[in-house]
């Protein structure tokens, strides 16, 4: 489970793969054993009341899994998220960013299984955990 | 599981309580069996190729199940996403509005489970499933 | 998704693989559009009042999106539960069985999904619902 | 979070709640931050192989999800499984007891969320990972 692909160069990756999301996602640190990833508030991933919405940490959790798998196999390869279960277990705080830490479970050769719990930033409880899966096809010739 | 809430009303309530959200989906029909909803396909929801995104799909799952829930509860109502679980199964046919089928398997009084299909508009195979649980919390005196 | 081993074949396919549960599940119809497969209600799976526990519940559904899955991949194939989201939704009916309806939302080369509802006999209301998937191993040569 | 009902006390109430899985599993430790439960390989949830069968596994994950909740809720309370989503990632191995490590995310007037992995006893490497949601109906009068 090495690390192939730094943070640095993993940011330009995920710029130029999903350019709609730019400057909505930061990698604050990746090892081998977690990445922490933040989602920036924003006007436009914000509820009524300024707290971030469901489908802003759905997309949170979807692109830190991305990042853990991709970091692994090497940015050549391809992956594709095939399951998400995710539970909301508190509303977020108005105005904070929203913190994932991503586990890496199992990176087999046909699929991986990442682990997050999203937290508000500066909070000890957190506000969602998720689960999902990629799949990685096999490489062209 | 009677439907308190007409589509047109259930329209006029989304624009109110997610204005962010604003053109981004319609309800297309609404009765006591299935409610059937669009996300317009559009250039923010797209990945590169043409193809509408997970989060994206995410989304109308989330908002979906929630206007089948408030349409028998009630507006005045709250309830709010406890868990989703989504699986990604087909790549979206590049440049087709994602049409989701919602079906309500249960409403009780503190929770109620919905299920969904997604499709790409005009295709057979869905594109997309999942499961949804909204929180109802007791009405405030 | 046509389907290559009818129910006699695999109902003896079944108990040379899980003799295990010999006596536990019935195949009680199966065609290219649904599978209902029957949970016997006996003592072992019952909870403190007669109903059928959790965990059979999950059985039934692990064992029917297999039977599916076998079903249209043949029975020299390979293929292991890699995930299940299930919801439990009202109190299965004391001492009746539990009869379970699947249907096959993707049968790919590696993974199938399987959708399924779970029922007392002879009730409207779902008792439960679950979806799993499946991975499908590449044939040894 | 505080533990109100200690490791010998549960057994005793679960031998008592669930007569029919008597001497399936083993509370090995439970503090504040983790409960540790252990399920017993025995030959009635071996699969073909000498490995512990994808239910068995299921029932851990229910079983530590409910003594964790009812540790810190009181006997005297209720709860009911209403979600979990389980992911098989690794065969277990043959012969070995499978070890949970329990943590509680979650613990409000009305939901529970429990997040869990699974091991073959001595591996370190998981081989699953579920997350349960508990609902726990208001005290009667």
Redo the contacts between chains.
Sequence with gaps: MTIVVDAGEMTEFLAQ????VEGMFTIDHMDEDVLVMRLHAS??H???GGTVS??AM??LA?VGAYVATMARIGKEALA????????????PRAGADVIGHFRM??L?R??S?V?C?LYSEGED??VA?A?L?Y?IPPKRA
């Design positions: 793969v999903f350019p709609q006007d436009q914000l509820r009524p469901g489908p759905f997309s979807d594709v998220t095939t399951n998400c279960s995710i539970d909301f277990m508190r509303k479970l199992k087999g046909a699929l299984v682990d719990l409880a957190p955990r689960n899966t799949s």
